[in-house]
């Protein structure tokens, strides 16, 4: 039993670092705590996210404590970690807003219990100026400085602020405040997770084993799943959403999503691989809608999927929107206040791509006449209708 609980706990992980106390922990026959961090520092819990978010729901199927962090401290300091340059700041108030967005699609993921959901502000806030001297005593510049971000930015003589220097920092005394015996993260945070055990060390406490996970690439199949990038799926989108969204991934980036996405056996994973590349990207979107949705309504959005890409009709539940009164119409700022798009600047550069239509007639100027668009189905990209309603 032993060994496979040690199977499935190390089952698609990147690095395991030491392995020999990760393995001395599991025989010691305790409930380990197992931390992971996050920052709230955006609206939506990705499926890049739900790589180490679901490593820790196996940890919490073989017994263990899941401690979820939320940094809703760390978030105002910023992650530096693959960071060429000092992030935008953000305001306790836009770190509290996205904190409360997000707990509720941690439910999508893990389980009820045993799970500890704290915040890190709960200890690093009321830090004393003796205290914060002595956490930034654990480290030496040349120690920081030896971190391929810092050092990188360093030879470019990019500026690299000392409030930057401390997340790592802190970062690691979370794992003291909650006596952290592992710690989950992707694998850009191995450093972070590393300098954990040195900190825990400088306290008394038994160091951690640091456990990354593979980072998953985005749907744009290029660089990492990212809100910033708009290369993403969130686990609270809709089974159309996620799926359509999966279908539209690229070949080459398969692989990865099923290993990392999903919880298919590896003999499910090598039969879909069989198939012809569009059949297995179709049981991929099934697999991937199907864990954050319902096996019905991943039928559903595959059926629709079908029906509307490759029969080439609308789909059946269109969204309406009411047409404003004036004329002409700003079709950026329409459909912002649709919720089609989160920016102005993005409806613009969908229309600069002609990836906005109305009855087969592409849209390309900003400025539309509203008799172009009363009761009309505009279609944005591949995959978004919405029906505009004029009274």
């Known amino acids: 039993m032993a060994s496979v609980e040690r199977a499935r706990l190390l089952g698609r992980t990147d690095v395991v670092t030491p392995i020999e106390d990760f393995n001395e922990r599991l025989a010691e026959g305790r409930q380990l705590r197992i931390k992971l961090g996050l920052d709230p520092t955006a609206p939506a819990v990705t499926l890049g996210w739900a790589v180490v978010l679901r490593k820790l729901r196996d940890f919490q199927e073989q017994g263990h404590v899941a401690v979820l962090i939320v940094g809703d401290f760390t978030a105002q300091v910023g992650d530096p970690s693959a960071r060429n340059e000092t992030r935008k700041r953000l305001t306790a108030e836009e770190v509290r807003g996205y904190a409360s967005q997000v707990l509720s699609q941690f439910e999508k993921v893990l389980l009820p219990e045993p799970l500890e959901i704290r915040y890190n502000s709960e200890w690093l806030a009321s830090l004393d100026m003796a205290e914060i001297l002595n956490l930034t005593s654990v480290a030496t510049v040349a120690q920081l400085l030896e971190r391929s971000d810092f050092a990188k930015r360093f030879e470019a003589k990019s500026p690299i602020s000392v409030m930057e220097f401390l997340y790592p920092l802190l970062q690691g005394y979370d794992s003291v405040a909650v006596e952290a015996d592992v710690e989950l993260g992707g694998s850009d945070q191995l450093w972070n997770l590393m300098m954990g055990r040195v900190v825990q060390e400088r306290y008394g406490q038994r160091p951690q084993v640091a456990m990354t996970m593979p980072l998953l690439v985005g749907t744009d199949g290029v660089q990492k799943m990212s809100q910033s990038l ?162």
């Open 230 to 391: 708009g290369n993403y799926i969130g686990v609270d989108e809709s089974a159309a959403e996620i799926f359509g969204k999966v279908m539209s991934l690229r070949d080459e980036a398969m692989p990865a999503w099923f290993r990392l996405a999903t919880e298919l056996s590896e003999q499910e994973i090598e039969d879909a691989k069989a198939l012809h590349p569009r059949a297995a990207k179709a049981v991929l979107a099934r697999a991937i809608t199907a864990l954050y949705t319902s096996e019905s309504e991943a039928d559903a959005a595959a059926a629709e999927f079908d029906r509307v890409f490759r029969q080439g009709e609308e789909p059946t539940d269109i969204e309406e929107f009411p047409l404003p009164v004036e004329d002409p119409i700003n079709v950026a700022t329409l459909l912002r206040a649709a919720g089609v798009v989160d920016s102005a600047k993005e409806a613009r550069r969908l229309l600069a791509q002609g990836a906005i239509s109305t009855d087969e007639r592409r849209l390309t100027e900003e400025w539309v006449a509203r008799s172009l668009l009363a009761n009309r189905v505009l279609k944005i990209g591949k995959r978004r209708y919405l029906r505009l309603v004029a009274n």
